[in-house]
């Protein structure tokens, strides 16, 4: 069973900053897909933005030019970069990884909330 631990979460002024970080407890073999969704309070969760192991990503539009994701297959680990932050940003975050040949594990999640 992988394990998924985030760093990085927090509470920022809006048009602040924050990196997230998700490191696997194991090296990840194959292919797969790395990355992260959120959920508000009363919200259904959403992908914010994943990225394959060969580089392709997918970003939601909502955080598109704010939002960056990168992974360091060397270290088992996937960041998302979050520039200019919104109040709406605020949410749970999960790291979640889909091991084509193992199935799908997700972190315990992280806070990012967004207030003046």
């Known amino acids: 069973q992988v394990q998924l631990v985030e760093s990085g979460g927090g509470l920022v002024h809006p048009g602040g900053s924050l990196r997230l970080s998700c490191a696997a407890s194991e090296n990840i073999f194959g292919g797969n897909i790395m990355g992260w969704y959120r959920q508000a309070p009363g919200k259904q969760r959403e992908l914010v933005s994943v990225?394959?192991?060969?580089?392709?990503?997918n970003t939601a539009n909502s955080v598109k030019g704010r939002f960056t994701i990168s992974r360091d297959n060397a270290k088992n680990t996937v960041y998302l970069q979050m520039n200019n932050l919104k109040p709406e940003d605020t949410a749970v975050y999960y790291c979640h990884l889909d091991q084509f040949s193992r199935g799908e594990f997700w972190g315990q999640g992280i806070q990012v909330t967004v207030s003046s």
């Open positions: 990225m394959s192991n060969d580089g392709l990503r």
